[in-house]
């Protein structure tokens, strides 16, 4: 079994090991390749390959980009981007931007729940104050003891329709499959099973991101219960789409899974990286 990961998040977005961290994290999982996959940045790629070079890991420079669909949000992932393409730095700093201006407003919801300095509590979890986001108000309501855990934190306040919620206009999926393809990349769907849409919503997402030149999908994932590995299999066969794996890491606390140890993949997919090893 090979043991690889092609998302996970630094200090550069919202994790919390650094990049560096988690590529010794990976090689002591005896992991051999690895994504960073920060959303909506990518300066945590230049330490982390400096990193695997000196343990001997296949670094593959990565972003995570926050898309709007239909007014829902997805996740796009791009692998084996160019990190020192200039458009594509350009591009994701004006997709970030107005994440401070978002969390003052969930501040604020939080504020008239009685839920005081919820914005300040975040802001102490933030390592690139550009990327705040809704991770980090679980944090701080776990902190607190105001939630049990950051999951609770999502289910009670922070999801889609919770009173703390606050939407924000994304890149177009179409732009952000253009930015990936600009800069010598793959777009990969993140975590399907995660979006609280119907079947017919998703089927349709998916039909327009493989006519917009999407190459692949996550089909074993931190996001995705083990019953549904075989679902998005078939899912990813149907459409001809190249099967991904990604922890989704953020924190040693928080996730399902440790950097590079995922189940395998089921047998009758494609594998992404089969010509990258």
Not at 123 to 130: A, G, L, R, Y
Request: hydrophobic letters at 35%; glycine letters at 8%; charged letters at 25%.
């Amino acid at each position: 079994m090979l043991h690889l990961d092609l998302h996970c998040h630094s200090t550069a977005s919202d994790g919390t090991c650094t990049p560096e961290e988690l590529v010794f994290r990976a090689k002591k999982n005896s992991a051999i390749m690895l994504a960073i996959t920060d959303h909506d940045e990518i300066k945590g790629i230049v330490p982390a390959k400096k990193a695997a070079k000196e343990c001997g890991i296949k670094l593959i420079s990565g972003v995570e980009i926050s898309v709007t669909w239909n007014n829902y949000t997805y996740h796009v992932v791009g692998l084996q981007i160019n990190e020192n393409d200039q458009k594509l730095i350009k591009r994701l700093h004006d997709n970030r931007s107005g994440r401070i201006e978002r969390a003052q407003q969930i501040g604020e919801k939080f504020d008239k729940l009685g839920i005081h300095g919820a914005f300040d509590g975040a802001m102490k979890f933030v390592t690139n104050p550009e990327l705040i986001s809704r991770k980090h108000f679980g944090r701080f309501l776990f902190e607190t003891g105001r939630s049990s855990s950051i999951g609770e934190a999502f289910r009670y306040y922070l999801k889609t329709d919770g009173p703390c919620y606050v939407k924000h206009e994304w890149a177009s999926l179409k732009n952000a499959i253009n930015w990936i393809h600009d800069a010598g990349g793959v777009a990969i769907v993140a975590h399907p099973g995660r979006y609280r849409v119907s079947e017919r919503e998703l089927n349709a997402f998916l039909d327009e991101f493989k006519q917009l030149g999407g190459t692949g999908i996550e089909v074993v994932t931190g996001s995705h219960a083990s019953s549904q590995y075989t679902q998005y299999a078939k899912i990813a066969n149907y459409y001809g789409f190249l099967a991904s794996v990604g922890s989704d890491f953020h924190s040693p606390d928080e996730s399902l899974y440790d950097v590079g140890l995922l189940p395998e993949l089921p047998h009758n997919v494609k594998p992404i990286w089969l010509n990258w090893l």
